[in-house]
């Protein structure tokens, strides 16, 4: 039996966001996508982000800014919160909710909303993030059980509006 998928969709691993970070099957939609970016995060699969990128949005420097976030960002919860068509049949949106931790110092819970489209034939790609707003709960202490996450909050946060 297959680990847990770290997308938190309580799926099996092997039949969740596996197949789609090893090339055998692209996402039909754009929340399986959005699982899979997730989980190649907690994967550190540059490639896959890299490649499940816009080309229009892809940066030079993006496979050494991501490589340096992932030595020390630790990815604890993604929650879906709803998925809606564009107004082209090839755009999505999804929103979502994402708690990551600076290790050993502060924790960033943060609500965005995601933008895909879909093209050369049937490949979606994230286009751009809308974020809403985050909150970061600092100091966060070493947590022995990840998914825990509302247990370890501190009681005095900030509230940060964001736009990208």
Request: proline letters at 5%.
């Amino acid at each position: 039996m297959s680990e847990k998928c770290p997308c938190c969709s309580g799926k099996q691993y092997s039949l969740c966001c596996e197949p789609f970070l090893k090339g055998n099957q692209i996402p039909a939609s754009a929340e399986q996508l959005m699982r899979s970016r997730y989980s190649a995060y907690v994967m550190q699969d540059a490639d896959y982000l890299i490649a499940t990128w816009h080309p229009a949005r892809r940066e030079p420097k993006l496979a050494g800014l991501l490589s340096e976030s992932f030595q020390d960002t630790e990815w604890l919860s993604l929650n879906v919160t709803r998925c809606n068509h564009g107004c082209h049949d090839n755009e999505a949106f999804v929103t979502f909710l994402r708690d990551t931790a600076k290790k050993r110092t502060f924790m960033l819970s943060m609500s965005v909303r995601a933008f895909f489209a879909r093209i050369n034939a049937g490949t979606m790609l994230m286009e751009q993030r809308r974020q809403w707003g985050a909150t970061i709960v600092a100091p966060v202490a070493p947590r022995k059980n990840t998914r825990n996450v509302a247990a370890e909050r501190i009681a005095s946060t900030t509230v940060l509006p964001l736009m990208l």
